[in-house]
């Protein structure tokens, strides 16, 4: 059982920039496919990035140019860089994990329905 831990939300202004971070466990993470997804109050979980094993990403329309995912295997932590936050960025953000994905370093999915483990979440939230 792989279980995560989201931390970095908080409370910013509208242009300001928050670093998400999400510590796994388990001795296997970089053979994990790792994604960001939130939820606004009243909204459905929507996928905001993602990273393969091999480092390939991608990310939602919404926050391409903006928004920045990376991993560091050495510490079993994927982060989310979020820089010129704007309002409709404010939700909750889930850190998910995918296993059994070692068969390919370049498999990546935007359906949340496809990963394993979800930590806690962490609250954003962007004043404006």
């Known amino acids: 059982q792989v279980q995560l831990v989201e931390s970095g939300g908080g409370l910013v202004q509208a242009g300001g920039s928050l670093r998400l971070s999400c510590v796994a466990s388990?001795?296997?993470?970089?053979?994990?496919?790792m994604g960001w997804f939130r939820q606004a109050p009243g909204k459905e979980r929507d996928f905001v990035a993602c990273i393969s094993t091999g480092g390939i990403v991608e990310y939602a329309d919404s926050v391409k140019g903006r928004f920045s995912i990376s991993r560091d295997n050495t510490k079993n932590t994927v982060y989310l860089q979020m820089n010129s936050l704007k309002p409709e960025d404010t939700a909750v953000y889930y850190c998910?994990?995918?296993?059994?994905?070692?068969?390919?370093?370049?498999?990546?999915?935007?359906?949340?329905?496809?990963?394993?483990?979800w930590g806690q979440g962490t609250q954003v939230t962007v004043s404006s």
């Open positions: 388990g001795r296997t993470f970089s053979s994990y496919v």
């Open positions: 998910a994990a995918k296993t059994g994905t070692y068969y390919s370093s370049n498999y990546i999915t935007r359906d949340l329905r496809r990963y394993d483990y």
